[in-house]
């Protein structure tokens, strides 16, 4: 793909607990080039960088583009101050890491830091699938489980940059454990807590003698549960059930709380949209106010690469803000991130 020299071009990092994905796109979502490699938990996050920004560097003397700022996708929670990511559960060796300034001196380019579920919705609300929306909630599901929240055309941070951490929330007293606690969103609603959910069933089906196809780990993954849910499975579609029903809560509370325009899934709600979205909306028609549930739109990521889109949404947003601090932004959108 040629590049067009008008736009504004950025390095996109999207850092996670299975992978870290890179990419240079520009001001229209558009990406030009993309890599990723898996996140190895022994080491330490210089030489993962180290090895990212080598690539990075390569993929812009080969396309012959110029960026103007690094955006990072990373986990939460994050202090957005600092640029340092705090006690990430899945990220043992990258807590307390000055992220932010790493990248910045490495690159000598405006570096940005956001977590994954603010990035998220930053891109969704630029080229996704909560485009125009004035009131947008996004859900992670993946590794972990946070919210990205784009709240009456702004997107909400908190004083910490702690907002949207709804991982942290309990659900219940008992229950697959995430961030901790037994029973959290993080517990039921990501995807080691969807393989936690499926190992308690599977050994419940065992233990009464019923057969069931849901393999023991490390074959026992979230593609292994939705896929033996979709053949019939009825252990599989039990525990399928119950993270809809988790879901539906969380997004009843959401619905009430916030009254969004859309919620977006990502990852594991995106690549099985078609098991949740109807229990969901079932369980938001009893929970949710009638008015609010009846605006709300579920939709699956509207993004094709949206780790990088996300990260890349992080840099445009930097150098708007950056734009406007200097007085030479041309036009500001109000539905723009800022």
């Not at 003397?61 to 700022?69: F, Q, S, Y």
């Not at 969380?250 to 078609?274: E, K, Q, R, S, Y």
Request: hydrophobic share 45%.
């Amino acid at each position: 793909m040629v590049a067009d020299s008008r736009r504004r071009h950025a390095l996109a990092l999207d850092i996670g607990g299975t992978k870290i994905g890179l990419g240079i796109g520009d001001d229209l979502g558009v990406v030009h080039a993309a890599h990723q490699f898996p996140t190895d938990p022994t080491l330490a996050p210089e030489p993962l960088l180290g090895r990212a920004l080598d690539w990075l560097h390569a993929a812009c003397n080969d396309h012959g583009l110029i960026p103007e700022a690094v955006g990072v996708a990373a986990p939460g929670p994050l202090d957005r101050a600092s640029g340092r990511l705090l006690e990430v559960p899945n990220m043992l060796r990258w807590q307390g890491f000055a992220l932010r300034d790493y990248l910045a001196q490495a690159t000598a380019l405006p570096t940005a830091v956001q977590n994954d579920a603010n990035a998220a919705v930053l891109a969704e609300v630029l080229w996704g699938a909560a485009r125009g929306a004035d009131t947008a909630v996004f859900l992670t599901m993946s590794t972990g489980m946070g919210a990205g929240l784009w709240i009456e055309g702004r997107l909400i941070e908190g004083p910490c940059g702690l907002a949207g951490e709804i991982g942290h929330i309990r659900l219940t007293d008992e229950g697959p454990v995430g961030f901790g606690k037994r029973g959290s969103v993080e517990g039921y609603l990501s995807g080691p807590g969807l393989v936690q959910l499926a190992a308690a069933e599977a050994l419940a089906f065992h233990q009464r003698g019923a057969a069931t196809t849901l393999p023991d780990p490390p074959a026992l993954t979230p593609e292994a549960v939705f896929a033996a849910a979709r053949a019939g499975d009825a252990a599989a579609r039990a525990v399928v059930g119950t993270f809809t029903r988790m879901l539906g809560r969380l997004c009843a509370i959401l619905v009430d709380l916030l009254n969004p325009d859309v919620i977006v899934f990502g990852t594991i709600g995106t690549a099985h949209f078609d098991l949740l979205a109807p229990g969901v909306e079932e369980l938001l028609r009893v929970e949710a106010l009638p008015e609010s549930a009846a605006r709300v739109a579920l939709r699956p990521s509207g993004l094709a690469q949206r780790g990088i889109q996300s990260a890349l949404a992080v840099a445009l947003a930097a150098l708007d803000r950056g734009a406007r601090a200097t007085g030479t932004a041309k036009h500001t959108d109000r539905r723009r991130p800022r």
